[in-house]
């Protein structure tokens, strides 16, 4: 089973109330709101972990809340709890379902194998780049389906990066589900294929 853990995330949580922004940027001291330059409020969070996230909501009227700088799953939740509680306090509701959409995950992470022949990989697999000069690792294309397409960069020894994981999803752990299985997929089809032996 591939291993893997985000190095950040962009989520769009929808609501799907109106939200007064005015009396949102009133009451919330570290709100910055400036309707003439930006339509939308914007919230500094923090995550759920030890670690100091640089995690951001940008909330606009609609009642749309796009999250940006989540490093784990689970803080697409947490964020959203914190949200509901926050508005809360001055009396405002969200609701507790809400429809998320994933605009992009980075992962990166280590494959099952240790010693992959990425030149062949490059060589064979269209759409490839390697260039070992500017970059140690080959930038590989794959399609998940008709109309979605993910970049991986492969290091021989295993070691991946993958920028552009995306869809819509009614839980965080429908997100984990598809990353588990975008991820084991393309090392099903593709990674194996260029193991050394």
């Known amino acids: 089973m591939v291993t893997w853990e985000i190095s950040n995330a962009v989520v769009t949580v929808y609501f799907n109330v109106r939200l007064p922004l005015d009396k ?13 330059t930006f339509p939308g409020l914007i919230i500094p969070l923090k995550g759920s972990g030890d670690k100091e996230e640089n995690i951001k909501a940008l909330v606009f009227n609609s009642g749309t809340i796009n999250i940006s700088g989540i490093k784990r799953l689970e803080d697409i939740e947490y964020v959203a709890k914190k949200l509901r509680e926050l508005f809360k306090q001055i009396d405002i509701e969200l609701p507790k379902d809400y429809k998320i959409k994933v605009q992009n995950i980075v992962v990166n992470g280590k494959f099952d194998y240790d010693n992959i022949d990425i030149v062949r990989l490059a060589d064979e ?12 690792a080959v930038t590989v294309v794959f399609d998940v ?28 752990d429908e997100i984990k589900r598809h990353v588990d299985y975008v991820l084991n997929s393309f090392q099903e089809k593709v990674i194996k294929k260029y193991v050394k032996k």
Not at 24 to 36: G, M, T
Not at 125 to 136: C, G, H, L, R
Not at 159 to 168: R, T, Y
């Open 125 to 136: 697999v269209p759409d490839s780049q390697y260039n070992p000069e500017a970059f140690p």
């Open 24 to 36: 949102i940027a009133n009451l919330i001291p570290y709100a910055q709101y400036d309707p003439e």
């Open 145 to 172: 389906s008709e109309n979605y397409r993910v970049k991986f960069n492969v290091f021989k020894n295993g070691k991946f990066v993958c920028p552009g994981l995306k869809g819509e999803f009614n839980s965080f």
